[in-house]
Structures are given as structure tokens and as C-alpha cells.
């Protein structure tokens, strides 16, 4: 008897059941007995409900072995055509991932009824093996078996896990067929099987037919249209659902919080957070995770913190919300704290978690952290992706390395066009505008077709170097692509023509726009003027910016240093009083050096340095040899009314110089210094800086608010151009 017990514990699939059949017949009498020696699973058959027993039976079934014993039970009492109990087999062994054995159970099955067939697609479609679900599906049209209302949200998520439109199409007319088209539990299937295909019409068009809408109807549809970046349309489907007097569940509200998200409409989500609470949902995590990424996203970082040090179960989404706003919201540090606190407890990191911390390292414009971002991303398993290299090239440009930035972009497999303008946008970035033109052949010859991206990083190339006849043909190519130039292109050539001193060409060029020119053209323009001391016509765009973006302190700043650079002190003193009329105020200056991977901020005559008299005395050294090398300060570019004596103290002391200064006492002969600065870099101190990198023999990477110089050897990268 042991022997025929352990070759029946020992039995297992692939021995079908057909085999397994012709065994247990071969064991009549002694099999109860058997069944009954293994007390830590079956007890012996004393029911006369046999389909409570076995359905007991099998809830308690945790693997193989236990459905091989009930299995054999079933044939030895005669309930291998028990539909009720096979349909629980079957359902039992696909949760236990044996849905291999249970298909062929299915198949011993004579004529199955509609729920045998509905246990089996179940089973492939919830184990995601998909085309075995519609395999089977089809199988059952054959056997002309009609399904039932519980067959098709099954074979709807086959067809949405394959995006199957045309299959999922036929299925949804032959519902109609047999008369499933006001039965709203199949018809929100197919309203959920059209969004999953991104086909966001079809389902519109299902939900619109549906008469007994219930909380389902509306949260797939409302779901669709804010999956589909469909806000506005997902938010105007929840007012009508409001207005039905159906009371949204937590997964409408985390669809709704995520179409206010998207429109950044933080007064709307506050009065969704209020509702939350009202239904006692403020601990459900998924609404959790969307309040943290509605305030995170909307600038509420300090809210969202506390939403998310509240929860007491962190998961990879509430992460990457919570990293997103901080690095989207100019809180670089405290992102990358966030993710090696996030690495540290263990928790794996996600493609959108190590670009959320590649953007920190960006902005943060720290060579040293950049190069930990990608050591950590070249031992991780994404290496390879593609999004993840894009923003690796993007982070070296933005801290100070294109040469790093082109080794990422040279690495990368399978380039798309998105690598491929991330890098043109980088060399223009850094006025590499022969370069840039080169690598768009290269694209080219390569077969990749540009996007409007592309495009306005071959632009920015062209104006950061003077390229004008290049940047001209580059702007009217764009229609052989069939690219329609946006209020950046035109902004791009606005700025070309404008840098090289054609203001009036400029002008004209924005009056004939076939677009309402924006902020961004009209800032473009009064930058030149104020480069080329055009009162006039600087003077007529900073009207129009004011008129289109009146509280942008920027702009009153750009007019105020148009008028100081051409002495009309009575301009500078107007701007100045229309400024405290609206409640503005200039940004502060400063600038930022990175020394061993610490980043030290200076102002303007900043005496707060715990080194202070060691860098004020560089300094003097340095402006000492300047002067001695013929230096003469430009004191026209200073802002100020003052006398040239005092002029020439406040251009000295400009934040820039402070920190060349610093990096000069901090560091060895020869190494380079990374300065960032808030502003853009004055004509002073550009000059400046060109003779130091002389002086001292290095060399000098400056990012300004606009672009970055490389000074070496007394020469800029920018040509002076900029």
C-alpha cells in the first residue's frame, strides 16, 4: 500500500488524465483508506453533499499534490463529470499556476457547459497567456457554446493585452448578436477594452450607448480620457457623473486627481482632497499616491512631503511622485536625497525613478554628482534603456560636459529621434553650432526624420555662433518635413537676427508671423535691443511683454538695462517705480562653484565666506594682473548710476569674480572650474574672465540663465557672440 501511496503523492503532470484514470480504476476497495492516512490534507469521503466537500476540499489546496488526491478521488466515486466541481478544479488550478493540468482536466470533460469554458479562458487570460485565452474562446464558437455575460470581460483582457482591436471589435458585435448590448457589466468591458487600446473614440462612442450607467460605466470612461491626455474631457465626463447623482468610488477620484494634475489645477484637487476625507479615503494608497503627485506637481512640495511621510508602506509609485516634484519644482537636493534614501531602504528603483533623479542631477549642475547618476545607472538594469541614456545626455550638457554627454549618445543602441535632438540641443547649448550641423547629416544620412525638436536645437546652434545664413536655411527647411514652425522657432530666429544687429529685420520678421507672436518672441527681441542699446524698439517690446505677461519681473529688469546701458537714468528710475507699484522685485544675483563636489554660493561684495579674506585677496592678485595685462574695465556695462570710480569697485566685486577667486584657492594648477551663475553673465566680467583663463592657465566652464561659455587660453566658446 505505501508503495501505490507514494507513486500517487509522486504523480504529476504530464501524465494525462486519461492514464491517470485507468490507475485509480485499477485501485478499488483500498483507495478511501489511503485517502483517509493523510491527515494533513484529505479526510475520509463521509458527505452526502460531495460537490461541499470537494469544493471545501479544493479552497484548501495549496499545490499539485493535493489536486492529483482530490483528482483521483473524483474518479474513484464516480464526479469526473461533476460540472460544478471541475469548474472549481479548474479555477482552483489556475490560481495555483497549474493551468496546463487543468486545461487537460477540461478536456476529459464530455460537452462543457458555458462556466467550464468561462473557468478555463479565465484562467489563461488571469495568467496573462492571452492567445491560449482567445485559443480557447474560439474553441468554444466551435463547439457553437454562446458565451455569457462572465465570458467576455476575460476575453477582453486578452484582446487588450495583445491590442487586439480587430478581434476585440468581433467580439464586441457578436454581443450584439446575442443580445449583450444592454447589459452594462459587458458593455463596461468594452468601454475598458477600448481605453486599454488607447482607441478612446470607440469607447466614447460605447459609453454614450449605455442606459444604466453605474459607477463602472463612469470611471472607465473618465479613466480613458485621462489615461489618454484627455483632461479637460475626463473632468467635463465627472461633472455630468456629479450631476447623475452617482457617487464616484476611490478610483474615479484618483482618475479625476490625476486629469487636475495634468492641468495643474490645484484649488479643483484641494476640493478633491476635501472629498476624499468626507468618504473616509484618505488612507487608501493609490489617492494617496495622486494627492502627493497633484501637490508635488503643482509646487506644494512641503504639503506632498507631509502626504507622503504619512504613509506607512511606501511603494515605487509614491516614490517617483514625490521625486518628480521635487526635481520638477527647482528641489534638486532634496530629490536625490529622496532616491538614495529610497536605494538605502532597499526598494528597487524604477526607469521613471533614475530619470527623476538623472533631472535632479541636471539641475543641480554638479559634474561630480552627474557622474555618480550614471556609475549607478551603468550597474543597474538600465543600462541600456534608451529614455534613461537620453536624460544622461541632457544631465552632462546641463553640468558643464558635452564631451561626456556625446560618449552616452555614442554608447546608445537603437538611437530614436529623441536622442538624436537631445543632442543637437546640447551642442547648441554650448554654441557647438558646426557641430551640431554635422551630427543632424549624420541623423539624416541615417535615416531618422527630424521633429520640431530637432529643429529648434539646430537654432539655438546657429544664433549661440553666429551662424546666421545656416539658422535662416534651417528655419524655412522645416515645411520639407512637414513641420510647422511653433512660437520657439520663430523665437530662435528672432534671437539670430537679433544678435547679429538686424533689429529692424528682426522686427519685421515678428510683424509678419503667421502666429500671435508670444513672451517668448518679444523677450527675444528686447534682449537685443538691449545688446545693441536700440531704445525704441526696445522699448515697443517690452509694451507688448508687459501687456502679455505683466508680472513677470524679468522683463521690467531687461527694460531697466536697456535704458541704463544707454545712460537715460530717468528710464531706469520710471522702471523702477512701476516695479514697486505691482510688488516686484529684482532676483538677487549669485553664483555658484563646485569644489570637490560641494557647490558654494557668492553675491555681489559677499564678505560671508568663512575664507573670505583669503579669496578678497586673490582677487586684488587677479585684478592686479589684469590691469597689468591692459584690462580695462568696461564700465558702461555696469546698471548703475555711479561715478567710474565706484563703477569699477562694484564690477570687481561681481559674484563671478568671487567665485573664480575661491576656485583658485581651493583647488590644484590646472584643474578646471564649473561656475554656475542665476543671471545672465554681464560684458565685464565676460572679458574678464576670458584673460583669467589665461592668466592662470585654465580652464573656465560658465553656465549662465541662457547658455554656457567655455573659456580657455583667453578665448570663449561663444565667440563673443552671445
Known sequence: MSSI?????????????????????????????LFSTNKNFCSTYDTDEPGTYYTSLLQKSVNKIHLNQIHAQLYIHGLQNNGFIIAKFINVGSNLKEICYAHQVFDEFPDPYVFLWNAIIRGYSVHNMYEKAIEMYTRMQQAYVNPDSFTFPHVLKACGGLVAVGIGRAVHAQSFRLGFEDDVFVQNGFVAFYVKCENIDYAGIVFDGLNDRNVVSWTSIISGYAQNGQAMEALKIFSEMRGSN?????ITLVSVLRAYSDVEDLEQGRGIHGLVIKMGLEFEPDLRIALTAIYAKCGQVMVAKSLFDQMKVHNVILWNAMMSGFAKNGYPDEALELFREMISKRIQPDAVSVQSAVLASAQLGSLDQARWMHNYVNNSEYRGDIFVSTALIDMYAKCGSVELARQVFNRTLNKDVVIWSTMIVSYGLHGWGR?????????????VRPNDVTFIGLLTACNHSGLIEEGWKFFHSMKNYGIEPRDQHYASVVDLLGRAGYLEKA???????????????????LSACKMYRHVSIGEYAAERLFS?????????VQLSNLYASACKWDGVAKVRVLMREKGLSKDVGYTMIEINGKLQAFRMGDKSHSRSREIYKELEWLEMRLLESGFVPDTESSLHDLDKEDKEVTLCNHSERLAIA???ISTPPGITLRITKN???CANCHLATKLISKLVNREIVVRDAKRFHHFKNGICSCGDYW
Open 5 to 33: 501511496a507514494s507513486s500517487l503523492r509522486a504523480f504529476i503532470f504530464p501524465t494525462p488524465p486519461s492514464l491517470f484514470r485507468k490507475m485509480c480504476s485499477a485501485l478499488p476497495d483500498h483507495l478511501d483508506k
Open 246 to 250: 452617482v457617487k464616484p468610488d476611490w
Open 435 to 447: 557641430e551640431a550641423i554635422d551630427l543632424f547629416g549624420i541623423m539624416t544620412q541615417a535615416g
Open 507 to 525: 522686427y519685421n520678421f515678428i510683424i509678419n508671423m503667421p502666429i500671435e507672436p508670444t513672451v517668448s518672441v518679444w523677450g527675444a527681441l
Open 548 to 556: 502679455l505677461d505683466p508680472l513677470n519681473t524679468g522683463h521690467y
Open 662 to 664: 575661491y576656485g583658485l
Open 679 to 681: 543671471l545672465r553673465a
